[in-house]
T-cell receptor, first 115, second 115 residues
Framework: EAGVTQFPSHSVIEKGQTVTLRCDPI?????LYWYRRVMGKEIKFLLH????????ESGMPNNRFLAERTGGTYSTLKVQPAELEDSGVYFC?????????????FGPGTRLTVT | AQSVTQLGSHVSVSEGALVLLRCNYS??????LFWYVQYPNQGLQLLLK??????LVKGINGFEAEFKKSETSFHLTKPSAHMSDAAEYFC?????????????FGQGTELSVKP
């Protein structure tokens, strides 16, 4: 079974540009999460999808961030326009409703650098 | 509100020595607790989880953690460190009572193992 995959693994963009991150969850996982770790800080929750619906987007920092999950499969996170403080590692995770331990499986992350 | 505190951002041990990584949590409801590990250039991997079944939880790679409600702690231990244990370790609590709740992470502890 394939794990959570994320693309790209690294992205370097200039301030003001747009970047789109992609996450493919484990097949059959209805729950999809985005997290972010800014340098030197803890990993912080951004939002949670259940299938294609946003269940919780309380962690989204501002309206420059737009997340979508078309058809309840893969998800994209767009940052437009990017600012310097958006630099960090963006993690995606997925989980199944049938998991008795509610554990989330993480992808390798996308390292975003805004210059 | 739930929170997690990891004591010590860096811990260094000698190979063969005991590993002890500290985690304290705050939760108004019975918590679900997790330890994740991130090896260099990889994503987060679940080490072990507490879901109220047993207070002493055994995980992968010889790690274990004990849930102590009276101390609100969930410290991670391993009797004998290996060089391959060098990584960053994260303690997390799952928020809310529903299955799909977000994870709240501690700041992370980087473990170094000296030969």
């Amino acid at each position: 079974e394939a794990g959570v995959t994320q693309f790209p693994s690294h992205s370097v963009i200039e301030k003001g540009q747009t970047v789109t991150l992609r996450c493919d969850p484990i097949s059959g996982h209805d729950n999809l999460y985005w997290y972010r770790r800014v340098m030197g800080k803890e990993i912080k929750f951004l939002l949670h999808f259940v299938k294609e619906s946003k269940q919780d987007e309380s962690g989204m920092p501002n309206n420059r961030f737009l997340a979508e999950r078309t058809g309840g499969t893969y998800s994209t996170l767009k940052v437009q326009p990017a600012e310097l403080e958006d630099s960090g590692v963006y993690f995606c995770a997925s989980s199944s409703w049938t998991s008795e331990s509610y554990e989330q499986y993480f992808g390798p992350g996308t390292r975003l650098t805004v210059t | 509100a739930q929170s997690v505190t990891q004591l010590g951002s860096h811990v260094s041990v000698s190979e063969g020595a005991l590993v002890l990584l500290r985690c304290n949590y705050s939760s108004s409801v019975p918590p679900y607790l997790f330890w994740y590990v991130q090896y260099p250039n990889q994503g987060l991997q679940l080490l072990l989880k507490y879901t109220s079944a047993a207070t002493l939880v055994k995980g992968i790679n010889g790690f274990e953690a004990e849930f102590k409600k009276s101390e609100t702690s969930f410290h991670l231990t391993k009797p004998s460190a290996h060089m391959s244990d060098a990584a960053e370790y994260f303690c997390a609590v799952k928020s809310g009572g529903n299955q799909g709740g977000k994870l709240i992470f501690g700041q992370g502890t980087e473990l170094s193992v000296k030969p």
